[in-house]
């Protein structure tokens, strides 16, 4: 298995109320550019500052469910992705959304951390 495939997070699922298990996948750059149509971002980091993207209104959350969606499941349109939403099940949809801007990326495994650039700062007892 390659070091990339080691650190990419797993998609998020949640359970829609069709009772039927949805997988979240991180975005690909056409997702993003589908995004920053609508929002009409100024940058690429807007994009995934989920503050900007108002998350606290459900037109965005639905248009930004189906966004993530839709790599799985093409057919599928924004209005049918709020029907799978349902009060009981609208937190772990947006938490999935939001895993799938902050998450969606490669991230550091731990041990790639900066050891500090002075050895005498470093805590006693540490070391190999």
């Avoid at 797993?10 to 829609?16: A, D, I, K, L, S």
């Avoid at 550019?33 to 965005?60: G, W």
């Avoid at 799938?100 to 006693?124: C, I, M, V």
């Amino acid at each position: 298995m390659s070091e990339a495939a080691e650190t990419y997070p797993e998609p998020e699922t949640f359970t829609g109320a069709d009772g039927k298990t949805y997988r979240v996948k991180p975005l690909t750059l056409n997702s993003l550019m589908l995004i920053e149509k609508r929002y009409d971002v100024e940058s690429i980091d807007d994009l995934f500052d989920t503050k900007k993207l108002q998350l606290n209104k459900l037109t965005n959350l639905r248009f930004l469910l189906w966004i993530c969606l839709r790599q799985a499941q093409p057919n599928l349109s924004e209005e049918e992705t709020g029907d799978i939403i349902d009060v009981g099940n609208l937190p772990a949809a947006r938490d999935a959304v939001v895993a799938a801007f902050t998450h969606g990326l490669p991230q550091k495994p731990a041990q790639e951390a900066e050891p500090s650039a002075d050895p005498q700062n470093s805590p006693a007892g540490e070391g190999s």
